[in-house]
């Protein structure tokens, strides 16, 4: 059974940082795209940030980029979101997934197969 299971969550003042993470297990993801998304109460799921399990590629959104960082681990088959100066805006559950990843690494929710439960960050003002 395929698992992944955020941690790292929280409350944090705007400018601070948080550090997520995703353990994986029930399978390898050779091929496979590791991707953080968000979403926010009453907003749609938006793509964070997204790396290849194989290459470590990484792509990032615009509204983060230069602010957070997305990593892995092979040893822990862990994947992290370092996220630096944060922002009010950057409230939401955030949620790790994975996907098969041919050409690019994709942006959207349908293309991503195994989902994490999500991990609450709030950022106050």
């Known amino acids: 059974q395929v698992q992944l299971v955020e941690s790292g969550g929280g409350l944090v003042q705007a400018g601070g940082s948080l550090r997520l993470s995703c353990a994986t297990s029930?399978?390898?993801?050779?091929?496979?795209?590791m991707g953080w998304f968000r979403q926010a109460p009453g907003k749609e799921r938006e793509f964070v940030t997204g790396?290849?399990?194989?290459?470590?590629?990484?792509f990032y959104a615009d509204s983060v980029k230069g602010r957070f960082t997305i990593s892995r681990d092979y040893a822990k088959n862990t994947v992290y979101l370092q996220m630096s100066s944060l922002k009010p805006e950057d409230t939401a559950v955030y949620y790790c997934a994975a996907g098969v990843a041919v050409l690019h690494i994709p942006s959207t929710p349908s293309d991503y197969n195994y989902w994490g439960q999500g991990t609450q960050v709030t950022v106050s003002s």
């Open positions: 029930g399978r390898t993801f050779t091929g496979y795209a």
């Open positions: 790396l290849s399990w194989s290459t470590g590629r990484t």
